[in-house]
């Protein structure tokens, strides 16, 4: 069990050690084999004992294990660059590196903020979603519209940003609304937050193209990037898509906005991209924007020690190309459908199962009081922490969430299994699920 000295996420917590990484599993000390049906956090998408990618590390490691980057580049960084820009969205040439999903969002907030100085705009606004998510430190969560992770912090965060309706059609559709006319209405409230605040002071809209943590898989209706992307054209406002949780193959597509026809100006991955085997995350540029830091200061004023860290990029190589090898994005789309349709099998009937929804191996069960009214489930009981506990007991993991928007309650729990994933295993993972779903409602 946990030592006292580790400083845990929950201080209350005593958690098992994990001792070995196994497939889809992992290990503890106590003789547990503990099935991770939601990759930590739609972190490890080729489970935890891929030695592919183990022995990129170690080679890299004997090779150059780190080079600052003020002094140098490398070969893996400029390599994993490559790969990225070859695979990304129409118009990005940049790749710039960091340690994880919260460091991507503030170099994006910062990037923005200096690309728009450059060109001689004092634009500096970020709009964002409510109960939205795009990281921990203080830019990021301020940009991040999730209210109970900015509560306790407000005082510090920067008004520099605000918030429009998330697109959720199962939950916030009028009674009779199509996907389409919903789609409109939400994005339509991008435009008139930009007139109210000063189309001259925007810099960027942030959102997740499939919307994960904090609504439970939640992909954006036919249409709603294409209302936005025409939107931010109009004003001359840049499109951030936060793929931190979303990208690298999780929705089955390389980048999940590839699925609806947007192009960003830039794209934020990371989770995925090291695969939980280093910590690594990156912020992919428009090369107009690039070129206009390029040609005018020269400079990017930011920067983080571990950027570009080799032995991280030797890592994202690895993954990238085992995805590849072995054509694991159709094993995202067929196990993703399976497991879909498991669950419904499953719970499609729950009295409190409201929704099973996502794409690819990305899905979120909806937890609510009344499947056919949808009424929430009381935010006091903490559903979804429940429905964790008591499948961490049966031995499989899942990522619970509740929040509010506009007043609404909503409890889920998040699944995205590693890409292996076999139909033995998923079946599995429906069958543990569904229990301790059962175990609690
Ligand atoms: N953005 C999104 C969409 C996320 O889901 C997360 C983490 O869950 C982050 C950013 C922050 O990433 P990290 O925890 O690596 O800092």
């Known amino acids: 069990m946990s030592s006292p000295n580790v400083f845990q996420r929950a201080s209350a917590a005593d958690l098992p050690v994990a001792v070995k990484g196994d497939g889809i599993a992992i290990l503890t000390a106590d003789?547990?084999?503990?099935?991770?049906?939601?990759?930590?956090?739609?972190?490890?998408?080729?489970?935890?004992?891929?030695?592919?990618?183990?022995?990129?590390?170690?080679?890299?490691?004997?090779?150059?294990?780190?080079?600052?980057?003020?002094?140098?580049?490398?070969?893996?960084?400029?390599?994993?660059?490559?790969?990225l820009v070859e695979r990304a969205p129409e118009g990005i040439g940049r790749v710039y590196f960091v340690s994880g999903g919260s460091e991507a969002a503030e170099a994006s907030i910062k990037l923005v903020r200096q690309y728009f100085l450059e060109k001689g705009e004092d634009r500096y606004r970020i709009i964002a979603r409510r109960q939205s998510y795009h990281g921990n430190t203080l830019g990021a969560l301020a940009a991040g519209g999730n209210e109970w992770r900015r509560r306790q912090f407000a005082p510090l965060l920067t008004e520099a940003t605000s918030h429009i309706a998330p697109c959720h059609y199962w939950r916030f559709a009028e009674p009779g609304e199509s996907p389409e006319d919903y789609g409109r209405r939400v994005a339509d409230e991008l435009e008139a937050e930009i007139l109210r605040v000063g189309p001259e002071t925007v810099a960027a809209f942030m959102a997740e193209p499939v919307v994960g943590a904090t609504m439970g898989a939640v992909p954006a209706v036919p249409g709603y990037f294409a209302c936005i992307r025409e939107i931010c054209d109009k004003y001359g406002v840049l499109l951030i898509?936060?793929?931190?949780?979303?990208?690298?193959?999780?929705?089955?597509?390389?980048?999940a906005c590839e699925a609806d026809g947007v192009r960003p100006d830039i794209v934020l991955i990371a989770k995925g991209l090291g695969a939980g085997y280093q910590p690594i995350g990156a912020m992919l540029v428009n090369e107009t924007i690039h070129q206009a830091i390029a040609t005018g200061s020269g400079a990017f004023q930011h920067g983080h020690t571990y950027m570009g860290h080799p032995t991280a990029?030797?890592?994202?190589?690895?993954?990238?190309?085992?995805?590849?090898?072995?054509?694991?994005?159709?094993?995202?789309?067929?196990?993703?459908?399976?497991?879909?349709?498991?669950?419904?099998?499953?719970?499609?009937?729950?009295?409190?199962?409201?929704?099973?929804?996502?794409?690819?191996?990305?899905?979120?069960?909806?937890?609510?009081?009344d499947r056919d009214t949808r009424a929430v489930l009381d935010p006091k009981a903490k559903t979804h922490a429940r429905i964790k506990s008591a499948a961490f007991a049966r031995d499989v993991m899942c990522y619970p969430m509740g929040g509010t928007i506009d007043g609404v309650h909503g409890d889920h729990v998040l699944l995205a299994p590693p890409f292996i994933v076999t139909p033995g295993d998923v079946d599995e993972i429906a069958d543990r699920i569904a229990a301790a779903v059962n175990d609690v409602l």
């Open 31 to 83: 003789g547990r084999r503990i099935i991770d049906a939601c990759g930590g956090a739609a972190v490890s998408c080729l489970g935890h004992s891929d030695r592919a990618v183990t022995d990129a590390i170690k080679a890299q490691l004997d090779q150059l294990p780190y080079a600052h980057t003020g002094f140098f580049t490398s070969e893996p960084a400029e390599r994993l660059a490559a790969m």
């Open 241 to 255: 898509l936060d793929e931190v949780m979303c990208g690298m193959g999780r929705t089955g597509h390389l980048f």
């Open 313 to 369: 990029c030797a890592a994202g190589v690895a993954v990238l190309t085992a995805m590849e090898e072995r054509d694991l994005l159709a094993n995202v789309n067929a196990m993703g459908e399976r497991l879909r349709s498991g669950l419904e099998a499953r719970l499609g009937q729950h009295p409190n199962v409201g929704d099973i929804r996502g794409r690819g191996l990305f899905l979120g069960i909806e937890l609510v009081a």
